[in-house]
Structure formats: structure tokens, C-alpha cells
């Protein structure tokens, strides 16, 4: 490892320190807290749509899960973007250093607690009767690859832009909140219309959350959903750098 990357390395591990310590102070139950909110709503969901709707689906809350632990990785990250910049507005102005680490951290951080998570999603596979695929040894790797980059991309926007459009960070709770419903993580896209279908390719998030939930669930990958993925996660991060290195001569001054 050269020295430049060696700094880049421990410059991010003491931001995710940092972030932790700061995230879980105080707190009794610390990381389960990370994993008991999507449980939660699992729990919420699963009355809803299984015991009220009925809604056909086997398995239902190892298939929701399956699908809420990626989400929370997304949705954390790019929720806590806004105010990625302003919170370190401090470390920006006195050291000097690349602050393109703070987004990567950020999703770095919400990407370690995924990770965390996977046991529990094993434990419900168990407890259905199923055991882990061997899809699992390439397919969380690459998916983490995918899901990283595009989460990165994403937050590289929303952080730079957030300095210089203030509303953003609401405006970005409304849409992540309506992503979610557009997004099959209740519900499996076979329930979509035929006539409405053809916007699940134009969701960025449709196809990299059924890759998710069908290597967990049903040990399956598709190459098909995996190329469609990683073309978007590589575009959204190019622009999002772009997007993020064009604005950046101006933090300082509206920080």
C-alpha cells in the first residue's frame, strides 16, 4: 500500500470511529438498535399486508427483511447526506484533507452495518428451513460493490448540493420515502402491472434490491439484474464526483 492510500485509509477509519462513538453514545443497546429498525417494521408490514391484506407470498418475513436491511443501508446514507458537510463544517475549514472521504465514510459506516445484519437474515432462513446459497460467496461481494457505488454516488449530490439548497434535506426524506413504496421491497415485482412494469427499469433501486432479495432468499442471480445494477451504479457515481468536484471550491465559503 503507497503512503497516499495508506492516509486515505486512516483518515476513513477515523471517521467511521468517530461517527460510532458518536452514534452510539449513550446508548444501552447501541448496534442493535441499527438492526431492530427494520425488524420493527418487518413486524409492521407483516400484519398489514399478510394477516389484513393476505397478500400471497411465501415466507413473507424473511422476504421482507431480505428486502429492509438493504434498503436501511440506501436510505441511512442518503437521509444523513445533507448533513454530512455541515457537521464537519469544522474539519473542513481547519484541516486539510480530501473531503470527498466524509460521503465514503458515511456510506462506508451504513455498508458495516449491513454487513452486521446478514446473520439475521441467515437465522430467518434457518428458522423457514432454508439454508445460506452458495451464490452468497460472489454474490454479496459484487452486490456490496454495486450497492456502494451507487449509494456513494448518490450522496456525493445531495451533500455538495445541500450547502448551497438548504431544503434539500427535507426534500430528500419526501423522496426516499416515496422510493420506497415505488421500490418492490414489500411487495415482489410479479404484483406490478403489466402496463406499469416497464418504469421498474427506469427505478435505479427496483433492480439492485430484487438482486438482493433473490440471492438471499432464493439463492438465484441474474446476470441480466446484475448488468442493469452496475450500470447505474456507475453512472450515478460518475456524475454524482462530477457533480461533487465541481462545487467543492466553494464549501469553504458558504460553510
Known amino acids: 500500500m ?3 492510500t495508506r492516509h486515505y485509509v486512516d483518515i476513513i477509519l477515523v471517521l467511521i470511529q468517530k461517527d460510532l462513538k458518536v452514534r452510539y453514545k449513550n446508548t444501552f443497546f447501541g448496534y442493535l438498535w441499527s438492526v431492530g429498525h427494520p425488524l420493527a417494521f418487518a413486524v409492521v408490514f407483516y400484519i398489514a399486508f399478510k394477516v389484513v391484506v393476505r397478500i400471497q407470498v411465501d415466507d413473507y418475513v424473511l422476504f421482507l427483511i431480505s428486502g429492509l436491511f438493504p434498503w436501511q443501508w440506501f436510505n441511512n446514507s442518503l437521509n444523513a447526506a445533507p448533513g454530512i458537510l455541515l457537521s464537519n463544517a469544522s474539519i473542513i475549514k481547519k484541516v486539510n484533507f480530501s473531503k470527498e472521504l466524509l460521503p465514503v465514510t458515511l456510506v462506508l459506516q451504513d455498508m458495516i452495518h449491513f454487513i452486521f445484519s446478514i446473520p439475521v437474515i441467515v437465522f430467518f432462513l434457518l428458522f423457514y428451513g432454508k439454508t445460506p446459497s452458495l451464490s452468497w460467496v460472489y454474490g454479496i461481494p459484487i452486490l456490496l460493490v454495486i450497492h456502494f457505488l451507487m449509494t456513494c454516488g448518490a450522496c456525493f449530490i445531495i451533500s455538495s448540493a445541500n450547502l448551497f439548497f438548504r431544503d434539500l434535506e427535507r426534500l430528500t426524506t419526501i423522496v426516499m420515502t416515496l422510493m420506497f ?4 421491497i414489500i411487495y ?9 412494469k416497464h418504469f421498474l427499469a427506469l427505478n435505479p433501486l427496483a433492480h439492485l434490491m430484487i438482486n438482493w432479495r433473490n440471492m438471499f432468499v432464493y439463492g438465484r442471480v441474474d446476470p441480466v439484474f446484475f448488468g442493469i445494477s452496475f450500470a447505474y451504479s456507475v453512472v450515478i457515481f460518475i456524475v454524482g464526483y462530477m457533480a461533487y468536484r465541481k462545487l467543492s471550491w466553494r464549501f469553504a465559503e458558504v460553510l
Open 2 to 4: 503507497n503512503p497516499k
Open 181 to 184: 413504496y415505488f421500490t418492490p
Open 188 to 196: 415482489p415485482e410479479s404484483m406490478v402491472p403489466d402496463r406499469l
